[in-house]
């Protein structure tokens, strides 16, 4: 149901002040962007579900539903649903089909049933997408020698990736569940990636999640849970380091002609995973170093940020598009500083900071498990993290600290 002003107020306690007027409108504008984007995803899969028979009777389609009202289109498409079981099937098939035709100028329409008509493309064979997976990618026929392998790339990305992740509510909640164990202190954040969970299986089948940053001092544990967050689903991750990243190259890929060109992160993730939808954590985001030949790797983020671009993003590397809208993007920073507009405009932000009381000697008790240690030591562990002399880093090194004087000999 499209939002109204009383959405804004359903999460503010009753003791809490009401929002300033630019926190109002941020708060506005999310509820705004979060609506439109379900209004387009649901828009695209009635589009599937009518079956269209080529490109232009698809666009048709979708461009109405995109005119019309969201209840509308949300009542139509619960509607296809229904007499449709095997839904998700269906959209499947007709988003490989349409991204097969998507090279052909006549819209695979007229004469596409013939051969010559055919778009120079390998792709997958209708119904040859299994369950639980999705294509990403049309690889453009072999031009001539297939030079540093990318020919041999790009038809493995047009194959069928597997969607990865847990497939039900229950296996949600159970991830969910043992994250805000491990990390209490972060319930903020835990608690809206496990909404946006729930959200993306009721909508879609499976789990990605809009992009977010998380803001806080080092080493108060955000990297970690970005990286529990994906092992425990499941999810094929990796890592971007801002403070060593001089140039938009890893982010974004490098143009073809250059001999060290090479693609970026996330479509090298889903080639060598073979997942659709994996996770990539930028560290530090805020410490990315522009350069006049090799760009800025904050600006090349943006493309990735927003669901309706990275949908088609144009690797330059493949020098064709690539459907990277499944992908969860976890950023983390120190500051905003140094961070423009438009990127902080695509990503849900949350303050953290260090755990502090309970929550402190809990997660102390737990990383120092399994090691004799004194409750004196627990206290005196707890007291240096909470006055800023110790960071959770510098825990785990003590921790292995403890683990060596395990292992020494004893003297007699």
Partial sequence: MPFSEDDLHDDWEADELPPTPAGFRREWARLREMDASTHHNEAQRWAFLKRPTGLGIYRLLFGRACSEPHEAVRRRLRELQMVEPLWLDVILEMRSRLMQLAGDPSGGEGAAGTASARPSFVGTAEGDVPAGHIVLHAAPAKAGEDRRGRDAMREALARPKRLAGPGSRDEVDGLFAALFAESPWLREPLAWAWQRALDSLDEC????????????????????????????????????????????????????????????????????????????????????????????????????????????????????????????????????????????????????????????????????????????????????????????????????????????????
């Fill in 205 to 412: 089948g499976w789990v990605r999640l809009p992009p977010l940053l998380l803001l806080g001092p080092p080493g108060c544990g955000k990297t970690r849970m970005a990286e529990r967050l994906a092992d425990l689903a499941g999810l094929p991750c990796s890592r971007l380091e801002g403070a060593s990243m001089t140039a938009s190259f890893p982010v974004g890929g490098s143009d073809f002609q250059w001999n060290s060109s090479h693609p970026g992160e996330a479509v090298r993730l889903i080639h060598e995973s073979g997942v659709a939808n994996p996770c990539v954590i930028f560290d530090e985001v805020e410490k990315g170093q522009t350069s006049s030949s090799g760009g800025d790797p904050r600006q090349a983020l943006l493309p990735f940020l927003q669901r309706s671009t990275a949908a088609s993003y144009r690797c330059p590397y493949l020098q064709a598009p690539v459907d990277l809208s499944h992908v969860t993007w976890i950023l983390t920073a120190n500051s905003l500083e140094g961070l423009g507009a438009p990127l902080l405009d695509r990503v849900t932000i949350f303050r953290v900071s260090h755990p502090t009381g309970a929550d402190l000697e809990r997660l102390v008790i737990r990383i120092l498990e399994g090691l004799e240690v004194d409750e004196r030591v627990v206290a005196r562990i707890r007291a240096e993290i909470e006055s800023g002399r110790l960071t959770l880093r510098g825990l785990e090194r003590l921790k292995n600290d403890f683990r060596a004087l395990g292992r020494r000999p004893m003297l007699h």
